[in-house]
């Protein structure tokens, strides 16, 4: 049985990146790959969501519609373990014993520790040490995958090369995992700067489309997404990256594939318009699962209580067997 195991950051409003990197396909096939609900986890990591400033109240409800979002887009607690991990305290339990298992000159070396420390004035402690309690989430539940985009496969090796060394170290305690990535949109990047990541923490929105953002808006940042000078269409990521985003945003909607896609147009207008009709579709049925789910905040918290405590049994003994292992009485 393959145990798959992913998580995303209530740092933001969830994006077009995210769903098309992750989620989708949490929804689509992750979550049937196992009869047991025990085999694929999901949750929403709101710890991470405290390494740089932040708004109590504002992580609170991003939490919620976070949880609201993953269920609309079709995450089922029935098939799946959907929670948030603040409620099951193994994971900070095993992130200290990492910490002791990581050395700084590894955390420093994480790109995303690069980028957002640079733009910070004071570096919280936490930023640093992030990349072990992604760990600590992933080796909790003796994970075999982790369905993640691009931006986390760095993070991902980083928890195999602790997983092995504890292993090495302390005998055999935790399943060394391996990230999977999608097929194409591993990396959707921002409508307005193709060259950076579309991210849920851009100061500047226009180059983002979040899950909730209505059709008309959608519209709009797709129509003026920046593009390239060229007039025939090509996908070509290094010398084209504007229009090869709208390409692989267009497959990973339709199912399609970048460069056959390229061959069927003859405008980058018509590009534009079929990836915003797509993107709208993609989101519609989401938009209104969301909006029922909202109506009825119980329902929300009863999953995520059975999660947790679903969670919390699974990750109990092998947090336990890495306190043993490690010389804790
Ligand atoms: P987060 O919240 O930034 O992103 C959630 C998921 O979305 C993917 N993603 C993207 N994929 C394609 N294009 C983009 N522009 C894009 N932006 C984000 C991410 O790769 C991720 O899969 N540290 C993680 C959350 C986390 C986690 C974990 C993930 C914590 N513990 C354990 C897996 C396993 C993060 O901040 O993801």
Redesign the pocket.
Known sequence: MTRI?????P?GHL?L??Y???IQRWVSVDQHRSPHPEDSLFSV?DL?ALTTEHEPARVRRLTRQMATLLLAAGLDPKVCTVFVQSHVEEHTRLSYVLECTATDGELRRMIQYREKSAKQQTVRVSLLTYPVL?AA??LAYRTDE?P?????AQ?VELTRDLASRFNQRYGHTFTVPRAVLPPV?????DLQDPVS????SAAVTTGTVSLLDEPAVIRRKVMRAVTDSGSEVEYDRAERPGLANLLEILAACTGGEPAALAAEYDSYGAVKKDVAEAVVELLRPLQERHSALCADPGYLDEVLRDGAERARALARPTVDAAYRAIGLL
């Open positions: 195991f992913s998580g995303v950051t740092s994006t990146g995210n098309l990197g992750a990591v991470h992604m989430d992933i982790v993640v985009g691009v931006d986390q993070h949109a591993a990396r959707v990047m990541k579309m991210s849920k």
